[in-house]
């Protein structure tokens, strides 16, 4: 609670959230959340899964998203930045949870390297190709087609990939 607001800046958010995702569902409108991971949030991922299942379990899917370093996330990356893989380590539990509970789920704004295959199923290359940028390691990748790659705004903050080459 306390986090997701202090994430918004703004007192209360999280009760004002639970509150209109509610009664959206309640209305029979279909709700997607989308949770966009962060240095601040990553830690509690799996807890979000968790009240996800327990008080929103009619919501109608769940995306889990890489983050993307423009506008604010710019101005305060040492505060927020956190490598897809690590951001993606985070998640696993969370996915795990909301697929065990037939919530549909899905990943986006991930480098296709940092999810294990297990997982392509519900991969999705979601950055817009205006946006999307790949490292020179990537060209000569065998999956570079279905992968999302990095936005232009964050691949400055790339230093490793691991391409599938066979």
């Given at each position: ?9 703004a007192a209360g958010s999280f009760d004002q959230t ?110 817009d190709e205006s946006k999307t940028k790949y490292l ?31």
């Amino acid at each position: 609670k306390s986090v997701h607001d202090y994430i918004t800046s703004a007192a209360g958010s999280f009760d004002q959230t639970v509150i209109g995702i509610k009664r959206r569902i309640s209305r029979g409108v279909q709700v997607e959340l989308r949770i966009v991971v962060s240095k601040l949030n990553a830690a509690y991922i799996k807890d979000i899964a968790s009240l996800i299942v327990k008080e929103f379990p009619k919501v109608n899917s769940v995306k889990l998203m890489g983050l993307e370093m423009l506008g604010n996330a710019a101005v305060n990356m040492e505060r927020v930045w956190i490598p897809y893989q690590d951001a993606f380590e985070a998640s696993e539990q969370a996915i795990n949870i909301l697929l065990s509970e037939g919530i549909d789920v899905a990943i986006y704004n991930f480098p296709l390297c940092v999810v294990p295959k297990k997982y392509w199923g519900i991969y999705k290359r979601s950055i817009d190709e205006s946006k999307t940028k790949y490292l020179e390691e990537c060209e000569k990748c065998k999956e570079k087609l279905v992968c999302g790659g990095f936005f232009s705004g964050t691949i400055r903050l790339i230093d490793k990939v691991t391409p599938f080459y066979d």
